[in-house]
Antibody
Framework: EVQLVESGGGLIQPGGSLRLSCAASGFTVSSNYMSWVRQAPGKGLEWVSVIYSGGTTDYADSVKGRFTISRDNSKNTVYFQVTSLRDEDTAVYYC??????????WGQGTLVTVSS | EIVLTQSPATLSLSPGERATLSCRASQSVSSFLAWYQHKPGQAPRLLIYDASNRATGIPARFSGSGSGTDFTLTISSLEPEDFAVYYCQQRSNWPPVSFTFGPGTKVDIK
């Protein structure tokens, strides 16, 4: 059974950093594209980053230079290092497995709250 | 950067009625478009990929159509569990790469 479990969210002050984790089971992350998507309170979904099966990465302009996606193949886990956090980064962060032109499996999300 | 526009913002319908949701792209995305259903407190659910292919386990009352810049998600007969927010998402593989979402259409009970 395919499963994605996120962790690492929490309350953090502006300018702070966190590392989000997405532990996968039932498939191999290194054979798939994996994305992070977030939803701020009362807002819609926002795609923020992807790591391709080959290991290259892409980011939305809103997080480029501040956030870094990576993976550990031995742990079958995807990470999202979020730094220089701002109030507007407050959101539920989801990881998702990409399939063709859609994301077919999602985690339940981890909440990041940026506040002083 | 490709921008997606969804209409209407809110659709008020009764169970059993047909729902037609629109997604328009600012430039062609070919068939690189997906539709999702999202309910509060839950993860988004993939409904349609490649513009018109139903994802695994999705009921036949959901259908997608379109290509280029204009896309439609149709729910042929609304069930009580279909009241939710629906998002389209595009995949742009040429710089700048973006997998952007539309702003969403809320389908609520009339």
């Amino acid at each position: 059974e395919v499963q994605l479990v996120e962790s690492g969210g929490g309350l953090i002050q502006p300018g702070g950093s966190l590392r989000l984790s997405c532990a996968a089971s039932g498939f191999t992350v290194s054979s798939n594209y994996m994305s992070w998507v977030r939803q701020a309170p009362g807002k819609g979904l926002e795609w923020v980053s992807v790591i391709y099966s080959g290991g290259t990465t892409d980011y939305a302009d809103s997080v480029k230079g501040r956030f870094t996606i990576s993976r550990d193949n031995s742990k079958n886990t995807v990470y999202f290092q979020v730094t220089s956090l701002r109030d507007e980064d407050t959101a539920v962060y989801y990881c998702a497995r990409e399939h063709r032109t859609g994301a077919d499996y999602w985690g339940q999300g981890t909440l990041v709250t940026v506040s002083s | 950067e490709i921008v997606l526009t969804q209409s209407p913002a809110t659709l008020s319908l009764s169970p059993g009625e047909r729902a037609t949701l629109s997604c328009r792209a600012s430039q062609s995305v070919s068939s690189f478009l997906a539709w999702y259903q999202h309910k509060p407190g839950q993860a988004p659910r993939l409904l349609i990929y490649d513009a018109s292919n139903r994802a695994t386990g999705i009921p036949a009352r959901f259908s997608g159509s379109g290509s280029g810049t204009d896309f439609t998600l149709t729910i042929s007969s609304l069930e009580p569990e279909d009241f939710a927010v629906y998002y389209c998402q595009q995949r742009s593989n040429w710089p700048p790469v973006s997998f952007t979402f539309g702003p969403g259409t809320k389908v609520d009970i009339k």
